[in-house]
């Protein structure tokens, strides 16, 4: 119903005043009668106090009465060493309810200062913030995310004249598919300490605490861990004698290195920007976090006479950076990057099976710092190129107890990625029988595959099919032309959509059919042919479909060109699978 919010900023300390209602709607929401409010206790650095609660009820005769929470059934919890938590449970509660309860939280902390997210996981009706500096000497800059606040404050937030923000009937925020952060779309407020005043021998000095990208691109490149790897020459030099690359183009000798790297180191798992091991000990476990392994890529390709540089990079599940101000909790990741022919290329090693010009989908959040030495800089990450998978399937019905089909499956880049990765984890028992539920009554009689191993070219897979139980005497065969179906269900099922949907990489599915028609048959019904699109150019879908003769052909083509569609293109969107999977279920039907 409500969420009001006072930030008092003081000599002695920082004030955070909180006042929540919630009403009932349902059953499933009395779980909500439990609350836990967080504080960070380390040092004492954080302490929530005045925890007062109640439960709100109509009577019969339209009078609300009020249960409060006793005080000794307020608790407090030790969750880790530096984490604690406040717990009470709401007494009395029903459906119709509303839980009132408020609190403070007092911090230390003037640096890292608490924000104010207006959108929690229910609808809100109301939620505002006051915030009031009384320690004249501190100087704070507000940071504002989210359409709607946009909208309404953006000329006062440049003007950074605001003390108070609020918004009303926003729409819950949750998790939803294909989205990296849903924090990145939050209506939120975030207070950013850019100085403070001091006096110093009678004098008055403004220390100005706001960084630079280019002086946070020194200080990161300074760190002894960071030169602990870029200073390693000796050693580069020695890996780079194992490499055999005379006479090899530029390109070459890049694809080369990396390929030194990401058969010999194996990645653990962690996405760091700092390294935690030196080279020396990278060398010897052979295995290490993103930051190791891509600033060992960045020294090698240094030494090697290019253009090379570590490059810092938030993932998409860590969120997208607001490069309007420097701070370097905003990365989580380190990548590499090499100037060839005047622009940028993106290196991440930590994969065996991905290629150099590929990089992982986490890597894939539209902006990318280069820690350069003499000059560092901005660069965009360009669109990866389209996911493929085409299909050539030729079926011959000349004997109807014993139909052939013949399946080619190619798939190019990302498609290729985890295709080989599915296969090679799951290994080909399993693998195969996975692809059951596509192949609806066909049986697998052969498969066998190309290019599994060379990472840089598509993989192509090659199935026999049969059909063992066809009837020998059917007067009518209902033969579905798609043999080969990767859309049986719809992936965007949710019927309101509130956040985006990111898909990351442009995607293009082809299935090409020949299908011969058995002596004494003729085609009595045939699929339609049909084109949709989706708005703005966003993608198509065509099916094409003839008869010649004792053949007949089918191509269907779907391609999303783009890679962010906004939530009011979702019910379009929602709606152009729902076509394409009814499509791929029509018939073709041939009378003896």
Known sequence: LSDHGKIIIDAGNVMIERHIRIKILDKKALERATVKIPYYAKDRRENVEKVEAQTLVSGKTGQVIATPVPKDQIFEVDVTHELKEKRFTFPGVEVGSVLEYRYKTISEDYVFLEGWDFQSDIPTLLSEVEAEVRLKSLNYRVLLQGDRLLSKYEKQAAEQSLTKWSLEMLPALKE??????????????????????????????????????????????????????????????????????????????????????????????????????????????????????????????????????????????????????????????????????????????????????????????????????KESRWIKIEQAPAAKQSVFAEINLSDPAKPACQLSVRYEAHEALNTRKKYLSLGEPKYLSQHKAALGDYQLVNFKQENLEKIEDGLVQQYELTLEDADKQAKTLYFQPVVWNPFTENPFKGTVRNLPVELVYPRSYQYVLKLKIPDGYQVQEMPKPLLLALPDNMGQFRYQIAQNGSEVSLMTLLQVKTVFVPADYYSHLQHFYDQIIGKYKEMVVLKK
């Not at 090899?248 to 990396?258: G, N, Q, W």
């Open 176 to 373: 939803e598919s294909f989205v990296g952060n849903y924090g990145d779309y939050a209506e939120k407020i975030r207070f950013q300490l850019t100085g403070y005043t001091k006096q110093t021998m009678g004098s008055v000095e403004f220390v100005d605490m706001m960084t630079t990208w280019e002086k946070l691109s020194e200080d990161v490149l300074s760190t002894p861990s960071f030169h602990g790897y870029l200073s390693r020459g000796g050693k580069a030099r020695d890996i780079l004698s194992q490499i055999s690359m005379p006479g090899d183009s530029k390109l070459a000798k890049v694809e080369k290195i990396y390929n030194h790297v990401r058969r010999n180191f194996n990645w653990n798992g962690k996405y760091r920007v700092f390294p935690e091991q030196t080279v020396g000990q990278l060398l010897e476990t052979k295995q290490g976090s993103s930051a190791e392994i891509n600033l060992l890529l960045a020294l090698l390709l240094e030494e090697a006479d290019f253009d090379a540089h570590p490059v810092l990079l938030s993932t998409r599940r860590h969120g997208k950076v607001q490069q309007s101000y420097a701070m370097l909790n905003q990365f989580n990741h380190l990548i590499a990057s090499v100037k060839l022919d005047n622009k940028d290329l993106l290196l991440n090693a930590t994969d065996p099976l991905r290629p150099y010009n590929l990089l992982a989908e986490e890597d894939l959040n539209w902006a990318a710092f280069v820690l350069g030495k």
